[in-house]
Antibody, heavy 121, light 110 residues
Framework: QVQLQESGPGLVKPSQTLSLTCTVSGGSISSGDYYWNWIRQHPGKGLEWIGYFHNSGSTYTPSLKTRVTISLLTSKNQVSLKLSSVTAADTAVYYC??????????????WGQGTLVTVST | QSVLTQPPSVSGAPGQRVTISCTGS?????????VHWYQQLPGTAPKLLIFGNTNRPSGVPDRFSGSKSGTSASLAISGLQAEDEADYYCQSYDSSLSHVFGTGTKVTVL
């Protein structure tokens, strides 16, 4: 059974870089079969797809692409998210999720429980 | 605001059938991109409910069904149960915005 667990600072100062990791168990992230996503949810709001990492390359949502980097730490079986120059608008619950790209399209089948990051002084 | 529009809320009595629409455009659903649905119970992470417009992952009750036509998709819940009270999100691909989620719908069981 695949499990994902997000971790990182719950409080980040404005203009700094938000850094989160997602530890994956029950499967290797380096197999190349899956797309490793980050998705966020502002308090009381809907879901926003941030981007993914795959062996074929990374893809990010246009509104964040200048500030975001998603990468793999294969030795630790972790997925990393870095979001630079954060503001209060980046306060959200951040989820990591495993993605599948097949004949049924692109979707996320396993999700972490999410971690709340607050941007504040 | 998302390019995939859902009604903010729907409600129904136990046992009833409710449907949630996901309205897009010619740059996403209407372009032929698949639609997926997620259920988010209060205080929990989203869970995949329907993938590829109509397919249910293992373990999802057949009370949940999906469909797609033109620039819209729908999620139907038949035999509504108290445990179905949650937020529901559609997801698809937009040629300008990449992967996008719908605005979300809160289902209330009366």
């Amino acid at each position: 059974q695949v499990q994902l667990q997000e971790s990182g600072p719950g409080l980040v100062k404005p203009s700094q870089t938000l850094s989160l990791t997602c530890t994956v168990s029950g499967g290797s992230i380096s197999s190349g079969d899956y797309y490793w996503n980050w998705i966020r949810q502002h308090p009381g709001k809907g879901l926003e797809w941030i981007g993914y990492f795959h062996n074929s390359g990374s893809t990010y949502t246009p509104s964040l692409k200048t500030r975001v980097t998603i990468s793999l730490l294969t030795s630790k079986n972790q997925v990393s998210l870095k979001l630079s120059s954060v503001t209060a608008a980046d306060t959200a619950v951040y989820y990591c999720a495993r993605g599948i790209y097949d004949s049924s399209g692109f979707y996320q089948d396993y999700w972490g429980q999410g971690t709340l990051v607050t941007v504040s002084t | 605001q998302s390019v995939l529009t859902q009604p903010p809320s729907v409600s129904g009595a136990p046992g009833q059938r409710v449907t949630i629409s996901c309205t897009g455009s010619s740059s996403n659903i209407g372009a032929g991109y698949d639609v997926h649905w997620y259920q988010q119970l209060p205080g929990t992470a989203p869970k995949l409910l329907i993938f590829g417009n109509t397919n249910r992952p293992s373990g999802v009750p057949d009370r949940f069904s999906g469909s797609k036509s033109g620039t819209s998709a729908s999620l139907a819940i038949s035999g509504l149960q108290a445990e179905d009270e949650a937020d529901y999100y559609c997801q698809s691909y937009d040629s300008s915005l990449s992967h996008v989620f719908g605005t979300g719908t809160k289902v209330t069981v009366l």
